[in-house]
């Protein structure tokens, strides 16, 4: 429809207007001096083409004039110029730019064309903006015309094409143009030539300009679809629509008389209640449905009720139609294209969406091995349940957010973060050992308990010192944005640097664990205290460390997971129980077990996340159902502990 | 001679008698007017507790098993009585209000009316499956017991199946219930996602009844399901089975060598106790007025075994005062009467620092008095703990300490 516009208002245009090129701009506005002083929408389309196709090198600077209350006529002769405001009036230009002279305010007309006319001198502008010299401004024009693609703007673009010499923007315009083309061109070979021109191309541009082409409405006839109708299948009522929807087609089409709803019913026979009594059934009997479909019937054969259509009514309508979903594209040449073109783009789609979830589940895997390498070493080296681990991260972001309030360079107040970070959580984890934990070994469940009793009072803490609102822990501006391969495949920097982070300090426990005389020592006394002892190994020393260890390790986990969740009493506590499963799931004792685990559970999230992406509460569930009937299977976790190291 | 079983256990009669002084006694101060009806109504909530805090001792206390997801059972217990309450009450309001409209009510019109005003809140329109026995008291009482017990029969099977205990029983419990919360709430689950299940407090069919005669005869319902139970419960451990029972807890391995078959000990444990938590559930959230899917938060179940820990284990009386004393104390100061401590550059503020010092307190229970405040009671009967040189009763996780044990 727009198109058949567009070729009217060119004929118009061809008739009305002296052929282009043959005149100035000065002539063209001459020759329709009225029509431009009283510009409107309706009126001036042809006299703003004639313009802009005029060849004229002064055009584009009338039309910007005009546009930016730049042009005047001079009230005597009818004459127009480019008006600047000066002293005495207004300083005039003939249309080539060459100076004219001033003249007084009262003799000149400003013209002032609504917003309606300004918005097509902006069109017709863009052809000029597309060869700009200011590559910036040609890649505005792209921009705009990208984000509102016209038929109008295909043929300026194509023009501007042999013209370009940026070869980036050169590329952009070729793309834009085919994209244009697929959706605009009158000639529907030249549109699936365009489409399948692309290729498995994957990117959002095309998809949005390939979706529009396959857009369908449904619509009922009587019998076969309607002439030269392009349809995209059969629908069969109670299949592919509901009764109800199919019959509100043919009602709205007027093939079929209208409904009763139950409420209309209702109101119908209140209307015609007499002395309690309607359509020969008692007010007291209306409690069934059936009763009421009695009493409706009796009123219609009276005739004090319209007709409506009954269930077998409705049913008889719906069988005697069929029912089509019709692409408003016309040209199935077309439409089939694109059908075919989406195919293949689907395809690469869905190769590259499993990467981009792969990538993601790799970041959610990395979070939940940060948050458990803690517990690897307190739960699963040393065997002791804290479950005031949570709070160690928690106290490990809130350390992070005192230092920034100390150092608002943020580059350098994450570098302060980090070991501040690990030295606060190694203090309260040596205290806490000291205290609490050291006289419950071998008492897990009592261990249990007293933790979480430090769990609720550190958490009660941090709320009563630092509120209950977020608290802002902000990541240096080097680690905003993200990393896109192409418009599916992306990640954040601060997902990566996490991932990093996790690779580091797995490396940092195995080399503890594997080459220093402390892992040494750790080792054996986890496996046999007495032994150790004898062998002149302090116990008490090693476990102190080794818990101080693995809660410095929770409060540096709680800087970086600080960073991307907001800073809460509440932000260890959202992962401590994943944290256990990824421990227990992963295997108790084994640091490959704890990956192992937290890529399993990262991984198997984000794929049931993908199944229904609305719903991560949904994800989260199935995810720890899936964890308890997996540790029916494998007890001891993915990684299990075999022989003497099992200690069993 | 064998003494007679009341005789052996003094605490059983001690106990009954007490609470049928307690329900008397407040019988009597809320006809008097001395007790508010929201008073009223705490104690009955804290009587539902305590029951639940039994069950808990049976299951942690005497066989060994700290389950960290009873509270699960319990709310499901509050959600099926609150099913049948909401659809009760909201039916009796449709019906009333579509009389008004001049014709009587077809079932369609009341069916569809119950579904628009439940489930409006959450942007549906139909009644969802699992509302399909919430016309009936009958089968919804039913499900009370039926489905946290089959829950706790399958969940329990598969753990006690494949051996898993200790620590690692108590998070995979713990998961269950962050499934079920997680569950809950979501909007599509049926069950009006975070908006929870309201207005529990009223009674079909008994406007005419005010709050407060509704609230005492709550409370003597909470008070007799708390008896029976006790009376149940004792009766249980006094026998064989509660040997057994505690042989588990102390020595699972042992016991199994002897020829008993533990994981169905285990299991009928489980059940029980969890069907006897949706009971107190089922009790305590007409009371509450509300439920909502926060009240399955693992957290809710960690403060069952707190109660326990705190009223002392392996002893049903321990778990009653543990649960009567924390719970009432902690309505006390988060209520805000408790007056606040100026410390001259502080002021502590019980609202805010109640939690702190309920967590220390754990800790300090936990390290320095194994027996809770039951130990005073042993104390005061002359019972003295085994001299077993520091070892505890047994190589298992859950097995009593020896300060925790009773000679």
Not at chain 1, 81 to 98: C, E, H, M, R, V
Request: with cysteine; aromatic share 10%.
């Amino acid at each position: 429809m727009r198109r058949l516009i567009a070729c009217l208002l060119a004929a118009v245009a061809l008739c009305n207007i002296a052929p282009a090129n043959a005149e100035t701009a000065a002539e063209i506005l001459a020759a329709n001096g009225p029509l431009v002083e009283k510009a409107s929408r309706q009126t001036i389309a042809p006299v703003i083409d004639a313009l802009a196709n005029s060849g004229d090198p002064a055009a584009a600077a009338v039309l910007e004039a005009w546009a930016n209350k730049g042009l005047g006529v001079r009230k005597a002769d009818g004459v127009f110029f480019l008006i600047s405001p000066s002293p005495d009036g207004y300083a005039l230009q003939d249309l080539t730019g060459a100076d004219a002279g001033t003249a007084a305010k009262s003799d000149i007309t400003e013209l002032k064309p609504n917003a309606g006319v300004r918005g097509m001198i902006a069109t017709a502008l863009v052809q000029f903006t597309l060869s700009d010299p200011d590559p910036a401004k040609r890649r505005a024009a792209l921009d705009s015309i990208g984000q509102d693609p016209k038929f109008e703007a295909l043929a300026p673009l194509r023009a501007s094409i042999d013209t370009e010499d940026d070869p980036g923007l050169r590329a952009q315009k070729i793309r834009l143009e085919r994209l244009l083309t697929l959706r605009f061109d009158p000639d529907s070979m030249a549109r699936v030539a365009a489409i399948y021109g692309f290729g498995a191309d994957i990117g959002l541009d095309l998809r949005g300009a390939l979706n529009p082409i396959l857009a369908t409405k449904v619509i009922a006839a009587a019998g076969d679809a309607p002439e030269g109708a392009n349809v995209a299948r059969e629908l069969i009522p109670g299949r592919d629509l509901t009764d109800a929807a199919a019959y509100d087609l043919l009602v709205t089409a007027g093939l079929a008389p209208a409904r009763l709803t139950l409420g209309a019913q209702r109101e119908a026979l209140l209307a015609n209640m007499v002395n309690g009594v309607v359509g020969g059934v008692a007010l007291a009997d209306l409690d069934t449905q059936v009763a009421r479909d009695r009493a409706y019937t009796a009123l219609e054969v009276a005739g004090a009720v319209p007709v409506a259509a009954t269930d077998d009514e409705a049913a008889a309508a719906l069988a005697a139609h069929s029912f089509y979903d019709v692409y408003v594209e016309p040209d199935p040449a077309v439409t089939d294209a694109a059908k075919a073109e989406l195919k293949i783009i689907s395809r690469k789609l869905a190769a590259m969406q499993a990467a981009d979830l792969g990538l993601d589940a790799l970041s959610l895997a990395s979070i939940y091995f940060l948050a458990a390498i803690g517990l690897a070493i307190t739960f699963g080296v040393m065997g002791v349940i804290n479950m005031a681990h949570g709070e160690f991260i928690t106290m490990g972001a809130y350390t992070g957010y005192v230092v920034q309030l100390f150092i608002p360079n943020y580059t350098a107040s994450i570098i302060v973060a980090l070991p501040l970070a690990f030295a606060v959580t190694f203090l309260a984890g040596v205290a806490l050992e000291r205290l609490v934990i050291r006289h419950l070994y071998k008492r897990p469940l009592e261990t249990l308990l007293a933790t979480f009793g430090i769990s609720i009072a550190l958490q009660q803490i941090f709320k009563n010192v630092f509120g209950t609102q977020a608290r802002p822990l902000t990541s240096p501006a080097w680690l905003d944005g993200a990393l896109s391969f192409n418009d599916v495949v992306s990640i954040s920097y601060i997902r990566i640097a996490i991932f990093v982070l996790a690779l580091l300090f797995l490396g940092f426990f195995l080399w503890l664990m594997k080459r220093t005389r402390l892992g040494l020592e750790v080792r054996a006394v986890t496996q046999n205290p007495n032994m150790a002892a004898s062998m002149g190994i302090n116990p008490d020393r090693i476990n102190m460390l080794t818990f101080g260890i693995g809660s410095g390790i929770a409060g540096i986990a709680g800087v970086a997971i600080g960073l991307f969740a907001k800073v809460t009493s509440e932000l260890g506590s959202d992962y401590i129980v994943q944290s256990f499963m990824t421990v227990v799931v992963g295997g108790v004792g084994n640091i490959w077990g704890t990956l192992a685990g937290a890529t399993m559970i990262g991984g198997l999230q984000k794929v049931i996340e993908w199944f229904n992406p609305s719903n991560t509460l949904a994800a989260q569930t199935y995810m720890i159902l899936f964890i308890i009937l997996f540790i029916q299977f494998r007890p001891r976790g993915i990684i299990a502990l075999r022989g003497r190291a099992a200690g069993d | 001679m064998q003494k007679s079983y009341l005789m052996r256990t003094p605490s059983l009669l001690i106990f009954l008698a007490t609470l049928a002084l307690f329900t008397v006694f407040v019988t009597v101060a809320a006809d008097m007017g001395w007790m508010s009806t929201s008073f009223v109504k705490t104690l009955g909530k804290t009587l539902c507790l305590c029951l639940a805090a039994v069950a808990m001792d049976l299951v942690w206390g005497y066989a060994g098993i700290l389950s960290l997801g009873h509270m699960a059972f319990f709310a499901i217990g509050g959600y099926m009585i609150g099913m049948w309450l909401m659809y009760a009450r909201t039916e009796e309001i449709v019906v009333a209000s579509l009389m008004n409209g001049g014709l009587p009510a077809t079932p369609q019109e009341v069916q569809q009316g119950i579904a628009t005003q439940i489930f409006g809140v959450v942007g549906a329109s139909d009644l969802p499956t699992i509302w399909g026995f919430a016309h009936s008291l009958p089968l919804q009482l039913l499900l009370v017991v039926a489905l946290p017990g089959l829950l706790a029969l399958i969940f329990g099977w598969l753990a006690f199946r494949s051996r898993v205990t200790g620590v690692y029983l108590s998070i995979l419990t713990q998961a269950m219930t962050l499934a079920l919360s997680l569950y809950l709430f979501q909007n599509d689950s049926g069950l009006r996602g975070n908006n929870g299940l309201s207005g529990l407090q009223n009674l079909p069919g008994l406007d005419a009844v005010g709050q407060d005669r509704l609230s005492v005869w709550f409370f003597w319902a909470s008070a007799g399901a708390l008896g029976l139970t006790y009376l149940l419960l004792a009766w249980v451990v006094s026998g064989k089975f509660g040997s057994v029972i505690r042989a588990i807890r102390d020595d699972e391995a042992r016991v199994r060598f002897l020829g008993y078959s533990v994981e169905t000990y285990k299991l009928f444990v489980f059940t029980l106790t969890a069907v006897i938590v949706a009971i107190a559930g089922a009790l305590y959230y007409p009371q509450a007025g509300i439920i909502n899917p926060a009240e399955l938060a693992p957290i809710a179940s960690i403060y069952l075994a707190v109660w326990v820990a705190i009223g002392g284990r392996g002893r049903l009386y321990g778990a009653v005062i543990g649960a009567a004393v924390v719970s009432l104390l902690t309505t006390w100061f988060t209520g805000g009467r408790a007056p606040s401590i100026p410390l001259g550059f502080a002021t502590i503020n019980w609202v805010d620092w109640w939690q702190v010092l309920l967590g220390m307190s754990f800790v300090a229970v936990t390290l320095f008095a194994p027996k809770g405040i039951g130990g005073l009671f042993d104390a005061f009967a002359g019972l003295r703990t085994p001299d077993r040189k520091g070892a505890p009763l047994g190589p298992d996780d859950g097995s009593l300490q020896e300060q925790e044990a009773v000679e």
